[in-house]
DNA sequence: CGTTATGTTGACATTAATCAAGCACGGTGG
DNA sequence: CCACCGTGCTTGATTAATGTCAACATAACG
């Protein structure tokens, strides 16, 4: 199988300790490590590292970003206060990771992490969680970069970045990031992302006041233009009657 | 957390009984469920619906979409043999997932799932396992669609249809999707792959006898039109054939 | 202050989307 | 068996959008 199965107890004898220490949640775990700054462009780890530790970020914000053969860079997202980095990897690390701006985190080793979530159920509740919300993070983006203009992406884009990480909406949205990496977030070029800005600012769907923050003035407008995306308001009914082939043969049969 | 904590017992009361029957993988639960058969365009869940079951294909071709608000179909991902569907853990499917061709598979209940899984830690292994594996072909997706010309995303997407479960590669293709679902995983139009499909034919990088499918006749020029993309070259040796375990997709969320 | 990174704007080129027509294949019914 | 559709696919002409190249503006930094 893989690497972390031979960091992992047998199921008889976890059993026998389990749950003698409590942990209340995956944060807890990182409490007491101590806290590691990085500066604006200082990276953390490198695609192709052997993955030794998993991270959590306390302040903040980073880029996990890939790079192609002929150079070119893809952003495959930001991460924020809370989020854990590390999780979701094999024996290497699928991206670099760099710090946006000045960032604070603690690192924990991966075996001792895996280890301790074996022990614990809660935790492992919490790490399926986790790397449910990623996934979904990864899908969202995938629908993000698929047939939409530079407009809609934009609008997105302001939205995702405009909500904290209780999902609540902020009409002032923090950019930290440089509108290269906005661009290569979004699968465009930065004089796209410039000019499209410009235009929702000039249209008074934003405002631009600093070079590294956006004021959404028409909420509801910015929405519209980020369209169908995101929320889960698939409607019921409509969507349903797609089957134009007879069924054949349905149900438990065999 | 969630709606599956309900369903998970506390750890103290698993822990008494785990291990009572050992079971060897995920595929073995599913082994003793019916066979169930779908015919090419039909549903098996639709997004939205309230996830109960998990799913595991057998044979045939189905592919995962999501509808946005304006009309707009996107491909999420094809599911082939081998592969789960529905693993995601939350109350409702992310979206909506048909057969391409006649299906065969089998379904297991989503609780009873958890359940087991929760038993038994070799089953949480191939469950992270299979969820890590997932995450990567996402991110894989949203890396395919960043930036790319029509050329690379159809030379990428050749290669990644022409290796099967045990990541060899074979020079002829199958495509039992149509062009409208090849589109709408790309993000292009049909006319687009079309075009793009004719001149990588006339060009004598593949041949096209059939209609659904291709030969590849240059796959070093393919390679290199997919260019610096599919992550592991950076790794020397062991990456190609890390994982038994074919792509985990998930449907929960939201 | 001068120098460098970052961001904006303009002119132009290129790509892919759109609109539209026609072809190829499979199925149906005469 | 053949004419007739319908669907999926291909091809062409045109348009719209974005990428590219280049100049300049502005903020950041020593």
Chains 1, 2 share one sequence.
Not at 34 to 50: H, I, L, S, T, Y
Not at 155 to 184: E, H, Y
Request: proline residues 4%; neutral net charge; aromatic residues 8%.
């Amino acid at each position: 199988m893989n690497a972390q199965v031979v960091s992992m107890q047998d199921a008889r004898t976890r059993a026998t300790c389990s749950q003698a220490f409590p942990v209340a949640d995956l944060s807890s775990l990182f409490a007491r490590q101590p806290v590691e700054r990085f500066a604006p462009a200082q990276a953390v780890f490198w695609q192709g590292d052997e993955a030794t530790h998993i991270f959590e970020v306390t302040v903040g914000m980073l880029r996990a970003l890939r790079l192609l053969g002929d150079g070119r860079r893809i952003i495959v997202g930001f991460l924020r206060p809370g989020d854990l980095l590390g999780v979701s990897l094999k024996e290497r690390y699928l991206y670099t990771v760099e710090a946006v701006s000045s960032v604070e985190l603690r690192r924990f080793p991966r075996r001792r992490f895996e280890d301790e979530v074996a022990r614990h159920s809660n935790l492992q509740q919490q790490l399926f969680s986790r790397l449910r919300d990623e996934m979904t993070a990864a899908q969202d983006q995938a629908v993000l970069l698929s047939r939409r203009s530079a407009e809609e992406k934009l609008a997105n884009f302001f939205l995702l970045m405009g909500q904290n990480q209780n999902c609540k909406q902020t009409s002032i949205v923090d950019l930290p990031m440089t509108r290269l990496d906005i661009a290569d977030y979004l699968g465009m070029t930065i004089e796209t992302v410039s000019r499209t800005i410009t235009k929702l600012a000039n249209s008074g769907v934003i405002a631009t006041p600093e070079r590294r923050s956006v004021t959404v003035l028409k909420m509801e407008t910015l929405r519209s233009l980020a369209d169908g995306d995101e929320s889960d308001y698939w409607t019921p009914s409509p969507y349903r009657v797609r089957s134009m082939h007879p069924p054949v043969f349905e149900g438990g049969g065999a």
